[in-house]
């Protein structure tokens, strides 16, 4: 039982390259959603989805794309990465509770 | 006021020590809440839910007090593994929940 992944884990990428960030869950929970966590800010909301096709954004929705074509998968772009997006990457799920359940993280620098 | 506050810490607690944290939240509306363990650089794990007086499991107790508007965590007799970052959680509409910035804990021999 896989439960939710993230991949990459670690990733090092330059500034102005598309980074594709990859989040699977094998539950079939209906809300997916995607974080950063920052020093000083907690974890901050980026875009989040309530099934599949269906996607919003957060807190923080600038500089990132999402889509959600299956309802286990729910990818995170960033179309043209910059440094203040150097960060932890948390994908979460659930199923219509309020409990969310995390992935591992990635751990994205932007040199 | 912010939605979500917790004093960030840290907490520093011998073992075997008592340790309380509080949450302070803002939309009154809100019914259910949560508490969730976050370990050094890894994902956050859900640790307790408060839904109505308070909720006990084991070593912690989480406690509601809806007229202040705040939420408790208290640990007793604290081990080195309780060593974390333990972050108090409000959910909002569309199960988006609202995370405070998390209150840091470390327990010393």
């Known amino acids: 039982d896989a439960g939710i992944t993230q991949s990459p884990r670690y990733k090092i990428t330059e500034t102005g390259r598309q980074v594709t960030l990859m989040c699977h869950q094998t539950?079939?929970?209906?809300?997916m959603f995607w974080y950063r966590q920052d020093l000083g800010h907690g974890l901050r909301l980026i875009y989040y989805?309530?099934?599949?096709?269906?996607?919003d954004k957060g807190e923080v929705p600038d500089g990132y794309v999402v889509s959600r074509s299956k309802t286990e998968n729910f990818p995170l772009t960033l179309e043209s990465a910059t440094r203040s997006q150097t960060s932890v990457y948390f994908c979460?799920?659930?199923?219509?509770?309020?409990?969310?359940?995390f992935g591992p993280g990635t751990r994205l620098t932007v040199l | 006021r912010k939605e979500v506050e917790q004093d960030p810490g840290p907490f520093n607690v011998p073992e075997g020590a008592t340790v309380a944290f509080n949450c302070t939240y803002s939309n009154s509306a809100s019914q259910s809440f949560f508490w969730y363990r976050q370990d050094c650089r890894k994902e956050p794990k859900l640790l307790m839910s408060v839904y109505s007086s308070g909720n006990e499991d084991g070593r912690f107790t989480a406690q509601l007090n809806r007229a202040s508007q705040y939420i408790s965590l208290l640990i007793r007799d604290s081990k080195l593994s309780d060593s974390a970052t333990y972050l108090c959680?409000?959910?909002?509409?569309?199960?988006?929940?609202?995370f405070g910035r998390g209150t840091s804990l470390i327990v010393h021999p």
């Open positions: 539950w079939s929970h209906s809300y």
């Open positions: 989805s309530a099934a599949a096709d269906i996607t």
């Open positions: 959680v409000v959910p909002g509409g569309s199960y988006i929940p609202t």
């Open positions: 979460a799920s659930t199923e219509e509770t309020n409990t969310q359940y």
